[in-house]
C-alpha cells in the first residue's frame, strides 16, 4: 500500500478516502510460484455474512492503478498525448456557447470513476480566415 508523505489522522479524511483504504486492506496476496498458471478460482472468494458461499470478486487479487509504480500502464503516455491532441482540434475548430439553464448541471455519479450526471455541449463551427 502507498502511504502519505505527511501522516494524515483519519477523521480528517474523506468518507471516500477511508472506503478506498479498507477496501484495499481485504485484497489479498496471491501466491507467485504458479502465477503464470490461468487459475479462474483466484477470483472467487467468500461471503461476508458467514455463509461460506463463493462469489467473483475483481479486486480478490494484487492490483495496480493506471498511472501506478514502475511498470505502470505503458500507452498511459500515447493515451495523455491523443487526448492533448483531440482537446486541442475541438478547441481549434470548436466555439462552445452557454447552454439554456434547464440543460446546466454540475451533478455527477459516482460508478468506478465520477462521471457528469448531464454532459450537454452546445459548439458552433469556428470560421477559420
Known amino acids: 500500500m502507498v502511504a502519505p508523505p505527511i501522516p494524515v489522522a ?9 472506503a478506498a483504504e479498507a477496501g484495499a486492506a481485504r485484497v489479498c496476496e496471491w501466491d507467485v510460484s ?7 478460482e483466484r477470483w ?4 461476508a455474512d458467514g455463509t461460506g458461499v463463493l462469489e467473483f ?9 493506471f498511472g501506478g509504480g514502475p511498470r505502470g500502464c505503458v500507452g498511459r503516455r500515447l493515451a495523455y498525448m491523443q487526448l492533448r491532441v483531440v482537446v ?3 478547441i481549434w475548430h470548436l466555439e462552445f ?6 440543460l446546466r448541471d454540475y451533478g455527477q455519479l459516482d460508478v ?5 450526471r448531464m454532459a450537454h455541449v452546445k459548439p458552433r463551427k469556428v470560421e477559420l480566415y
Open 112 to 116: 468506478l470513476t465520477t462521471l457528469p
Open 34 to 40: 504458479d502465477i503464470g498458471v490461468f487459475k479462474p
Open 57 to 65: 470478486d475483481p479486486a480478490a487479487g494484487p492490483m495496480m492503478a
Open 44 to 47: 472467487l472468494v467468500a461471503r
Open 97 to 102: 456557447l452557454d447552454l439554456p439553464e434547464e
Open 88 to 90: 486541442s482540434v475541438l
Open 10 to 18: 483519519d477523521e480528517m479524511r474523506s468518507p471516500s478516502a477511508r
